[in-house]
């Protein structure tokens, strides 16, 4: 082809599916492509609006085809889903790709650099390893119940599940299989540390996370996650936008000139609000063992739950870091109150 057109790919571990039209939206371009086919023809592709869902692979090609010159936009699966005609195939879902691309209210995924990507698979594998250290530590407790050893809930109680793996009163069969979860146990434990510490370091490098830290409940492990996580922050008008993106504000039911919120649409990143979530709750868990006061936060434990409150602070701390962001300020509780 020698014009610039607009081209869909439907991505998939083998065999991709292209759909292609002209300024017109014409259909000129409906193939298949084999994964090793994919940058010979986009190479000597003429520059091109590019398509393709946020999916698993998205970032690598788009970050392989804007090479060549392409213009390349990533969009939410949801949002590309309205546009699927009738039934689902391969072929379809790139023709409505094509039809949420040429949209003038679609949004974007901005493109992950190599480095972000990086980063973010650090973030997983320890959230990985911390969900594995919890299904072995349960299973540990649930086989020590069967025989009348019962060890409280708690991640300060992991050293007595440890040592209670070695109690006389259990047989020598299960107390071989119970040493060998607890082997694997003390080296996820030990991953999990190695994790936290290169995480940690590369906090003392950046920045933006230095200054994220200085919000109260907002650890090294937040600011990094966050600063690898979030786009550039020009791209939300308001710190509200944020917090939407989140998912931690209400979810409208409105009509009829009738307005009513429900709970938090919980639409966001799940990873990212739940590291807001745990920190807002050791604030609240400290505030509430604290003295009285006239303070923002210790006006709503009163009248809500432990719960509900952390989450209206965790929506405050993500303003706050919408703030420091756009700002390159930090923290100032004074100014605050």
């Not at 083998?14 to 298949?32: A, C, E, P, T, Y």
């Not at 090294?220 to 936008?241: C, E, G, H, Q, Y």
Request: proline content about 4%.
């Amino acid at each position: 082809m020698n014009e610039a057109i607009t081209i869909e790919v439907d991505l998939a571990k083998s065999v991709f599916q292209l759909h292609g039209v002209d300024h017109n939206g014409k259909s000129v371009l409906r193939r298949q492509l084999r994964r090793s086919q994919m940058l010979e023809f986009f190479q000597k592709q003429p520059g091109s609006l590019i398509g393709l869902e946020a999916c698993a692979s998205a970032h690598y090609w788009a970050r392989e085809l804007g090479k060549f010159g392409h213009d390349v936009r990533l969009m939410q699966p949801s949002y590309v889903k309205g546009y699927v005609k009738r039934g689902k195939t391969d072929a379809a879902d790139a023709e409505a790709i094509c039809e949420a691309v040429s949209r003038p209210s679609m949004r974007f995924v901005p493109v992950k650099s190599e480095e972000t990507q990086g980063q973010l698979v650090t973030h997983k594998t320890r959230e990985f390893l911390v969900r594995q250290q919890t299904q072995i530590v349960n299973a540990i407790r649930a086989h020590l119940g069967e025989f009348g050893i019962v060890i409280p809930k708690g991640i300060q109680n992991v050293g007595r599940v440890i040592e209670a793996c070695d109690s006389a009163k259990l047989p020598t069969a299960a107390r071989k299989a119970l040493n060998l979860l607890a082997d694997q146990l003390i080296d996820t434990q030990k991953k999990i540390a190695e994790l936290t510490t290169d995480i940690r370091a590369d906090v003392t490098s950046n920045e933006a996370a230095q200054r994220l830290q200085t919000i109260p409940g907002v650890g090294p492990i937040t600011a990094s996650a966050f600063v690898a996580t979030l786009p550039d922050i020009a791209d939300f008008k308001s710190a509200r936008d944020l917090s939407a993106w989140l998912g931690l504000t209400p979810k409208p039911h409105s009509t009829g000139g009738k307005e009513r919120l429900g709970r938090i649409s919980k639409m966001g990143n799940k990873y990212l609000r739940r590291l807001l979530y745990l920190g807002a709750m050791a604030q609240v868990s400290a505030r509430r063992r604290g003295e009285p006061g006239d303070d923002w936060l210790w006006k709503i434990i009163q009248r809500t739950k432990p719960k509900q409150a952390a989450i209206a602070l965790a929506n405050r701390m993500a303003r706050r870091i919408y703030a420091l962001l756009k700002h390159g300020t930090e923290y100032q509780a004074n100014y605050a109150r």
